[in-house]
């Protein structure tokens, strides 16, 4: 089996991860439950994914580290307590549902107004779309790294530093950024940035979190158990346990712990310069395909190792289903929870097929993939005809 379904979850894990878990399961209590052994040697994993995750993402420090489920529960919470009643937010086309659904509730129960800036049909970000939205004053903008979909990276050093002019806070959803090339919140100008285990961070799924710059108050989102001031009425609110109600995954996160760290032996540098060359090497076959349409790639300030394409105008459920079956390469069809992305780049009724890499892919999987394709192009087309 060929895998690049990566952006989705990274299927090829260090096998380090699979040891940490296996070790935590056997012997991990709960987190700040206890002082004996296994309650500790729970602490003190959570703490090392805490202190690692920070080291390489450029959090302030450990305790501005707060772990989730997953990037959807980190930007429900970052959103949520962010803003207020009748408070506006700003956000982009290219922004997955994690975002989009959170603000528009927001808009639909609270009173919030949602604007969202427009994305050219090359993928990249209207500027003049954004400024024009940020004129109305918004408390915070939250927007993507990196497009799920093509895999365009945007200038949000930029957009931050336009957003804070605007008085507003930015937030970051950095879910397919994280792990796939060096990310800096503080350097960017980030407020709160949204990340997820499971994808470049080679960690288990369950396993997300925000880190949260120093002078951001985010309210708890879920109230109970903390493990300190167990008599006060309400949920903590200092970082990190006004973010962790209930026991924390620590079994999940010293899995977590054991991907960031092969990442730091590894070099994030190193793996988006690999992810460059896959991802140039397979654009180049694709394009060179006759039929086959690469959507965006070139529309931001970089790439995230995505490339997303449609062949003529077959659905792009076909195409996927023809390489699983024949070829045994995994990718992913459809909307891809970036329905005005879809609608941007004019594919929301046919979707799009989407190769996302690994640091674990070949240049010889690649090549075995743009043969795959043609193949399944040409037979397609001639269905079609």
């Known amino acids: 089996m060929i895998y690049f379904d990566n952006a989705a979850t990274t299927l090829q894990k260090p096998p380090e991860v699979a040891e ?29 994914a805490r202190a690692r995750v920070a080291e390489l993402l450029g959090a302030p420090s450990a305790a501005r580290v707060a772990f989730t489920l997953n990037v959807t529960m980190a930007l429900n919470m970052a959103i949520d307590g962010l803003l207020a009643p009748g408070e ?18 927001a808009r639909d129960e609270r009173g919030c107004w949602v604007e969202v800036a427009d994305i050219l049909p090359d993928a990249s970000l209207d500027f003049t779309s954004y400024e024009r939205a940020l004129a109305r004053g918004p408390k915070l903008v939250a927007a993507t790294h990196a497009s799920n979909l093509t895999g ?29 090339m060096p990310v800096d919140m503080s350097a960017l100008g980030v407020d709160v940035l949204c990340f997820t285990g499971h994808k470049s961070l080679f960690g288990p799924q369950g396993t997300g979190g925000l880190c949260v710059a120093e002078g951001v108050d985010i309210p708890p989102f879920v109230e109970g158990g903390s493990g300190v001031h167990s008599y006060d009425e309400r949920h903590p ?21 054991a991907g ?20 140039h090497a397979f654009e180049a076959g694709a394009r060179s395909i006759p039929g086959v349409v690469v959507l965006g790639g070139h529309g931001g300030v970089d790439r995230s190792g995505i490339v997303a394409l449609n062949v003529g ?51 010889e999987e690649v090549e075995q993939a743009v043969d795959a394709l043609s193949q399944v192009a040409h037979e397609l087309s001639s269905e079609d005809s």
């Open 20 to 48: 940490a878990v296996a070790h935590a399961l056997t012997s991990f209590g709960g987190v700040g439950r206890g002082v004996h052994p296994a309650s500790l040697a729970a602490g003190m994993a959570v703490y090392d």
């Open 313 to 363: 105008e077959i659905d792009s459920a076909l195409v996927a289903d023809r390489l699983a079956q024949e070829f045994d390469i995994c990718v992913r069809a459809g909307a891809h929870c970036a329905p005005l992305m879809h609608k941007a780049l004019g594919t929301d009724e046919q979707g799009a097929v989407r190769f996302s890499f690994s640091w674990f892919n070949t240049q």
């Open 152 to 180: 365009d990276v945007y200038d949000v050093a930029h957009m931050a530093r336009m957003a804070h002019e605007a008085g507003a806070l930015f937030v970051l959803d950095a879910a397919q950024s994280a792990g796939a």
């Open 260 to 279: 960031v760290s092969f990442l730091q032996e590894v070099g994030v540098g190193n793996v988006h310069a690999h992810l460059a060359q896959l991802t």
């Open 88 to 105: 506006g937010a700003v956000t982009t086309a290219a922004s997955h549902n994690s975002v989009l659904r959170p603000l528009f509730r």
């Open 237 to 257: 609110r200092f970082m990190p346990e006004a973010l962790e109600a209930g026991t924390v995954n620590a079994h999940g996160l010293a899995g977590l712990a």
